[in-house]
Nanobody, 115 residues
Framework: QVQLVESGGGLVQPGGSLRLSCAAS????????MGWYRQAPGKQRELVAH???????NYADSVKARFTISRDNAKNTVYLQMNSLKSEDTAVYYC?????????WGQGTQVTVSS
């Protein structure tokens, strides 16, 4: 069974940095697309960034130039480097992996940006 496990969330002050990791297990095949989504209280889940197996990336406008997504296909792992964090980045961050036939989701990791 395919599982995605996130790590790296926590509490950080405005202007600080965090690095999220998401490791996939249960499949020897790399995901076609891996990405990060987030959901703040009272809001819908939104795409933060995604990256294809060929390393093409896409970012939400709100995080461009501050966040960087990367992946290690051999490890089926995706990372999200978050810099210059703002209070509005506070949310639960979810890892997503896509095959043509279905999506997989992690359990989520909390990121709180507060002084």
């Amino acid at each position: 069974q395919v599982q995605l496990v996130e790590s790296g969330g926590g509490l950080v002050q405005p202007g600080g940095s965090l690095r999220l990791s998401c490791a996939a297990s249960g499949s020897s095949r790399s995901f076609d697309v891996m990405g990060w989504y987030r959901q703040a209280p009272g809001k819908q889940r939104e795409l933060v960034a995604h990256i294809t197996s060929g390393s093409r990336t896409n970012y939400a406008d709100s995080v461009k130039a501050r966040f960087t997504i990367s992946r290690d296909n051999a490890k089926n792992t995706v990372y999200l480097q978050m810099n210059s964090l703002k209070s509005e980045d506070t949310a639960v961050y979810y890892c997503n992996g896509k095959y043509p036939s279905r999506d997989y989701w992690g359990q989520g990791t909390q990121v709180t940006v507060s002084s």
